[in-house]
């Protein structure tokens, strides 16, 4: 059974950083897209990076563009999500999610929640100004 764990949440001041790992268990990181999103109290979840299975392909919500670098790396089962620069708006839960395709996948669809299939169970993130 596909697992991911998350981790490297916690509280910060405005313009600080934090690097939030994602630990993939039962399968091989080798066949599965992954996805970084986050989800704040009152708000739907929101898509924030998106990172392809084996070819870099990347991308992410505008929000972040700049501040926000999404890597991977399939030989530790291991997903990152270095975030700089972070705003008061940053603040929520964030989770990483992965779904596998036998089709290529552009940056697009990666961003689209409902193509995820595996979820891990969050990690805070809490910036203040």
């Known amino acids: 059974q596909l697992r991911l764990v998350e981790s490297g949440g916690g509280s910060v001041l405005s313009g600080e950083s934090l690097r939030l790992s994602c630990v993939l268990s039962?399968?091989?990181?080798?066949?599965?897209?992954i996805g970084w999103f986050r989800q704040a109290p009152g708000k739907e979840r929101e898509a924030v990076a998106y990172a392809s299975n084996n070819n870099g392909v990347t991308n992410y919500v505008n929000s972040v563009k700049g501040r926000f670098t999404v890597s991977r790396d399939n030989a530790r089962s291991t997903a990152y999500l270095q975030m700089n620069a972070l705003k008061p708006e940053d603040t929520a839960v964030y989770y990483c999610?992965?779904?596998?395709?036998?089709?290529?996948?552009?940056?697009?669809?990666?961003?689209?929640?409902?193509?995820?299939?595996?979820w891990g169970q969050g990690t805070q993130v809490t910036v203040s100004s």
């Open positions: 039962g399968y091989s990181m080798d066949y599965y897209h």
């Open positions: 999610a992965a779904f596998s395709s036998p089709f290529p996948v552009d940056r697009k669809t990666g961003l689209m929640r409902e193509k995820y299939d595996y």
